[in-house]
């Protein structure tokens, strides 16, 4: 009798053994996957690195380029909405900023206005163009778990100020990610603070306050 209590009791211990493992391993498994979506990869890392404008009058005749620095991130995350937020800054003011409001599906991003869409599909390619107001966005890149190149080109769809109708300016960038083991970590960086900036929201035409990666010598 006791042989057989022994017997029942090993194959019980045996049960709630593999019924924990199989909870634990179930847990990981869900862990793993939401670490892997668009969101968890991107969140509170920072890509800096460099910027060259050109502005090619007209479509055809370019200016003289500007060299200055960049940065791409994320922030208002709410579920799976995220605004993608890049800037660029040169010299003597110069510069733009973009606040693009999209939505995560799994390990994509995508950003859908009435004027055209930007992705960021899960093999890292960044696609799209977007009409805005007066002016047309194209972007076409790379984003990758160590860095990102990118150009964005902004073309004028109608005169501003002293800049004519059918304008481009060409933006190029090579952001290296923060933490990295790439060569030129975060454009040479080692001090990089998060702080609140002004910058302009694509879809609304407005200014949203986002925080965004700012690099401290």
């Known amino acids: ?57 007209g479509g055809i005749d370019p200016l003289p380029s500007l060299s200055g620095t960049s940065s791409l991130s994320v922030d208002k995350i709410r579920g799976d909405s995220v605004t993608v937020s890049l800037l660029v800054n040169l010299p003597g003011g110069d510069g733009f900023t973009l606040g693009i409001p999209g939505k995560q599906q799994g390990k994509n991003w995508n950003a859908t206005f009435a004027g055209g869409s930007f992705y960021i599909k899960e093999n890292g390619a960044m696609e799209g163009t977007v009409v805005a107001g007066n002016k047309e966005f194209t972007w076409d890149g790379y984003l990758a778990d160590d860095g990102a190149i990118l150009t964005v080109r902004t073309k004028y769809l109608a005169a501003d100020g002293n800049i004519p109708a059918e304008s481009i300016l060409t933006t190029e960038m090579t952001l290296n990610r923060s933490g990295s083991d790439a060569p030129g970590n975060a454009n040479g960086c080692t001090n990089v603070v998060w702080e609140t900036r002004p910058v302009f929201n694509l879809y609304s035409g407005g200014v949203d306050l986002i925080r965004v990666p700012v690099c401290h010598p």
């Open 1 to 57: 009798m006791k042989k057989r209590l022994l017997i029942h009791l090993s194959r019980a211990s045996l049960l709630l053994i593999a019924l924990c493992l199989h909870l634990s391993c179930g847990k990981d498994t869900a862990n793993d996957a939401d670490q892997h979506d668009f969101i968890s990869s991107m969140k509170d890392e920072a890509y800096l690195g460099d910027a060259k404008s050109t502005l090619y009058v």
